[in-house]
């Protein structure tokens, strides 16, 4: 009998065990996932290899903030059923998380609202900012040389009232957009192209993706990237019209790569050296906007960053064959700044066009002295120039198409665009 009487104590004593167990497991993983929110959230103010890139989620934005809000709400309530030194640890460390992620998106909203900017709510979330594909794909190029074949996504002018493509003779001013990957990935479908292209589109232009021959291990496209770039805009000059657009009425757009070939581009226009790989005339640029550009590629390769460094390095030297000191006549050759700082010798900075440049204060992938290094030089070549330098913002600051750094660039973009008589 007093056998029996403790296996049935031993039995009915299992299911508090069993509950205290799972109550101790999920105090911990509350605590781990608050703790990891926290040092993502400190590594926003503090350099931390590795976690610093959570800035590259442009920044976090409303959806990021409302996450925490809720999982805050919910170790508090999980605090309150069951105290523990675990679940009150885990509620602090989310709250201040929450509070850091806000003070983030406040400083940047007061940024953006200082130069005019006008929020978006909505957008701030992410929600409906993917960009549409293209309308119409075309191959402007198979590239025998490169054994790539190189296409254009065409996002057609649309009426603002109806959302609908415009009829092929309204005229539209053309907007021409080269996507980032460091010269060795991507294509006019980059999720940061396509969200500006159909952007562009929305407001009533012509938007045109191109791609260009992406460098690998046997092939460095150091020259033949910006020539394919000279034949893409040759052959949107030849048929922009047939696509509703206005070639005397264009405008480089161009995101890290990008933004390095867009800025080739419109220098060597001034200096009289752009090179189409296709015949054919290439029609001038009347403005360049650009985010987080590769301004000085000796700068990209000698990224400091303890993590990124090896991957920024390896794109460089693939596109160029080699490093800046084993190669410097290269580097000096792709070197939009050195270009700027020619032009600005030769007295032809009022033949350069305006340039727009929005960069990531904390970019950890295309360093931003590179930007600021661009600066002075259209500053002292007398070129037309604005750049703006977002606080708490790293690199692909639009990866989320309507992030208040993106907001804050389409607006500007287009103030630069009314200034030169590209308005839609």
Not at 79 to 106: D, E, T
Request: include cysteine.
């Amino acid at each position: 009998m007093p056998t029996r009487l403790l296996r049935r104590e031993s039995l009915d004593d299992n299911p508090p065990r069993t509950r205290r167990r799972r109550s101790s497991w999920f105090s911990a993983l509350l605590f781990g996932g608050a703790l990891l929110c926290a040092a993502c959230a400190l590594a926003m103010f503090v350099p931390v290899p590795g976690l610093s890139y959570s800035l590259m989620l442009g920044t976090w934005g409303l959806d990021a903030l409302a996450l925490l809000a809720v999982a805050t709400v919910l170790a508090a309530v999980a605090l309150r059923r069951r105290p523990g030194r675990a679940r009150a640890a885990a509620v602090v460390l989310l709250a201040l998380s929450l509070l850091a992620v806000g003070g983030v998106g406040a400083v940047q909203i007061h940024f953006a609202s200082a130069r005019g900017v006008s929020l978006d709510a909505l957008a701030l979330t992410g929600i409906g900012q993917v960009g549409s594909a293209p309308d119409v794909v075309e191959t402007f190029l198979d590239d025998s040389a490169t054994d790539q074949s190189l296409e254009a996504g065409i996002w057609l002018p649309r009426d603002p009232g109806t959302g609908e493509p415009r009829a092929t003779s309204a005229g539209a001013p053309v907007v021409v957009l080269l996507h980032g990957g460091g010269w060795m990935t991507g294509d006019h479908l980059n999720p940061m192209t396509r969200g500006q292209a159909d952007w562009f589109a929305e407001q009533g232009y012509l938007a045109i993706a191109l791609d260009y021959p992406l460098s690998t291990p046997s092939l460095q496209t150091w020259e033949l990237a910006e020539t394919r770039v000279g034949c893409g805009l040759a052959w949107v000059g030849a048929h922009a019209v047939q696509y509703g657009g206005d070639v005397n009425r264009l405008a480089l757009v161009g995101d890290s790569a990008g933004g390095h070939l867009a800025l080739e581009t419109a220098a060597r226009q001034v200096l009289g050296t752009v090179r189409s790989s296709c015949g054919g005339e290439v029609p001038p640029v009347d403005a360049v906007s650009l985010t987080y550009p590769i301004a000085d590629p000796v700068v990209f390769h000698d990224n400091p960053d303890l993590v990124i460094a090896p991957y920024v390095r390896l794109r460089a030297q693939r596109y160029t064959g080699g490093t800046p000191a084993e190669l410097p006549e290269r580097y000096a050759e792709i070197n939009p700044v050195a270009k700027i700082e020619q032009i600005g010798r030769m007295g032809l900075g009022r033949r350069m066009p305006p340039v727009l440049v929005v960069h990531g204060e904390q970019d950890h992938v295309v360093p931003v002295v590179g930007s600021r290094e661009l600066d002075a030089a259209l500053e002292a070549a007398g070129v037309e120039h604005e750049t703006v330098v977002v606080p708490f913002a790293d690199h692909v600051l639009d990866l989320n198409a309507g992030s208040v750094s993106s907001q804050l660039w389409r607006r500007l973009t287009l103030e630069i665009f009314a200034r030169t008589g590209l308005e839609a």
